[in-house]
């Protein structure tokens, strides 16, 4: 087996989780980064390939084994091949059925005017005093 090793926060920023290091090193060192079930805190633990991560990613709780280190951040099917993800598909349809985080609008109806946005203002202030 070998035993080469990659930092954890480089190795998520190679994978492209994170748009950037920093963002990564800082949720491994916030302590939402696990590697083989074990709570990580420091950004410089060395992972191998074989080790499970699971770290939240969005809303989404993403589980996913070290195929590869990588040695460099390349594009996204180059990223692909770093891991393997073993997020339950169950999560997955369930992430995918959640409602949007936005009101949904008619399409072409455009922007509500003064007088729309004036009197849903009135419709939830009065609605909120009830």
């Known amino acids: 087996m070998s035993t080469a090793t990659n930092r954890i926060d480089k190795w998520l920023w190679y994978a492209r989780f994170f748009k950037s290091r920093t963002l990564a090193a800082k ?27 699971t770290f939240p990613q969005g809303r989404d709780i993403r589980v996913v084994k070290v195929v590869d280190l990588g040695s460099r951040r390349g594009p996204a099917t180059e990223a692909v091949g770093l891991y ?7 999560e997955k349809v369930a992430t995918q059925a959640r409602e949007p985080a936005v009101a949904q609008r008619e399409p072409g109806s455009g922007r509500p005017t003064k ?14 005093a009830l």
């Open 27 to 53: 949720m491994v060192a916030d302590g939402h980064v696990r590697v083989n079930c074990e709570r990580v805190t420091k950004t410089h633990g060395a992972i191998r390939a074989g080790d499970v991560l």
């Open 84 to 90: 393997e993800d073993l997020t339950p598909p169950e």
């Open 115 to 128: 007088a729309e946005r004036r009197a849903r203002d009135h419709f939830i202030n009065h609605n909120e």
